[in-house]
């Protein structure tokens, strides 16, 4: 029992190469730009259909939790959050710090929308090097969505019906 215990927590403290993610100066704007123009065609009931990039994504999340404080050095917080669109999925790298050391958690997953709120269905995830079950991954993942803190993050137009991953670009629709 000792050593699967020691051998769990040797792959949960394996760091994951973080991906190369683009950056554009101009990204966040874009990506504001684009809620924005969400927002406001939510507002007076135009159907509307928005696609975001990985680079604009990541600059919008980044841009979020920054204001939140929810990236910094404080106990259990988030280091760095990385995302990666592929095909129809999104792949998500985070560091956290957490009892004075950084873990690394990959999770992948459909994107979906639910009572407003920017939602990921998890399909696979991992801890460091540490696999992740099925279940454990999905109630990490509700906690992470359903937390006060975040809830305002994720938060979209009420009349959004969808929201996919398509040729590498997040689309949010106000139509099905």
Excluded: C
Excluded at 53 to 60: C, F, H, P, S, T
Aim: proline share 5%; charged share 20%; aromatic share 4%.
């Amino acid at each position: 029992m000792v050593a699967v215990t020691v051998i769990a927590v040797v792959l949960i403290l394996q760091e994951s190469a973080l991906p190369k993610v683009s950056t554009d100066p101009q990204a966040m704007e874009r990506a504001h730009e684009k809620m924005r123009d969400l927002a406001y065609a939510s507002e007076i009931g135009r159907p509307v259909s928005i696609e975001m990039d990985a680079v604009e994504l990541n600059a919008w999340l980044r841009s979020g939790l920054l204001q939140s404080n929810g990236l910094g050095q404080q106990q259990g917080s988030l280091r760095d959050m990385r995302m990666q669109l592929l095909d129809n999925h999104l792949r998500a790298h985070l560091v956290l710090a957490f009892l004075g050391t950084t873990l690394s958690l990959e999770l992948e997953g459909q994107v979906a929308v639910a009572d407003g709120q920017l939602q990921l269905l998890p399909t696979r995830g991992k801890l460091g090097a540490l696999p992740l079950p099925q279940a454990i991954l999905k109630n990490m993942v509700a906690r992470v969505f359903e937390s006060s803190e975040q809830r305002e993050q994720f938060q979209l137009p009420k009349d959004i019906a969808r929201t996919y991953i398509r040729d590498e670009e997040l689309v949010i629709s106000s139509f099905p």
